[in-house]
T-cell receptor
């Protein structure tokens, strides 16, 4: 089974803090994604990576950066957390060839106070 | 423009009722892919089905069935004889063909199945 894990289920940070959200997948998938989920807005893509050290902006990249130094790990960084970044963050991965479905982690609920 | 609309924000049914979740999509592509995901209270999105734009056959998997109609740009999901364990948020999503990696999600439908 594909397994995508995220470092924390719940996280509380203060405004202005630098926040790291970590995601690890164990299926050797080339592609990894970060989404945020907000009520009434569905899932919105923040960034994705199609290879190590490669990244592309999604629909809402402002205020975020990412890092992919190893194939299995994709990190989302909030350089200076703000209250409007309070949200559920979901990581996903998928392989390039064949199936196009993405496999998701359990999510991190981040609260910025 | 690519867009997915799930007009039903919340649905509440009693166990054993049948329920249909609607999904309408917009795309100008001739090749595209449609997905349904389930998000139980635990939070993790679970992949349910993928359908290619060139395959309009309906699909049945146990109590789940999907009706894909290109003429109305719809990809509806029916749960037969619903159970409490079906309670979740269900998302419909659209992906373009080709090299793009993006999934465009609808806003989700919260299904509550009462015992």
């Amino acid at each position: 089974d594909v397994k995508v894990t995220q470092s924390s289920r719940y996280l509380v940070k203060r405004t202005g803090e630098k926040v790291f959200l970590e995601c690890v997948q164990d299926m050797d998938h080339e592609n990894m994604f970060w989404y945020r989920q907000d009520p009434g807005l569905g899932l919105r893509l923040i960034y994705f990576s199609y290879d190590v050290k490669m990244k592309e902006k999604g629909d809402i990249p402002e205020g975020y950066s990412v890092s992919r130094e190893k194939k299995e790990r994709f990190s989302l960084i909030l350089e200076s957390a703000s209250t409007n970044q309070t949200s559920m963050y979901l990581c996903a991965s998928r392989r390039t060839a064949g199936g196009y479905e993405q496999y998701f982690g359990p999510g991190t609920r981040l609260t910025v106070t | 423009a690519q867009k997915v609309t799930q007009a039903q924000t919340e649905i509440s049914v009693v166990e054993k009722e049948d329920v249909t979740l609607d999904c309408v999509y917009e795309t100008r592509d001739t090749t595209y892919y449609l997905f349904w995901y389930k998000q139980p209270p635990s939070g993790e999105l679970v992949f349910l089905i993928r359908r290619n734009s060139f395959d309009e056959q309906n699909e049945i998997s146990g109590r789940y069935s999907w009706n894909f109609q290109k003429s109305t740009s719809s990809f509806n999901f029916t749960i037969t004889a619903s159970q409490v364990v079906d309670s979740a948020v269900y998302f419909c999503a659209l992906r373009r063909g080709g090299a793009t990696n993006k999934l465009i999600f609808g806003t989700g439908t919260l299904l509550a199945v009462q015992p």
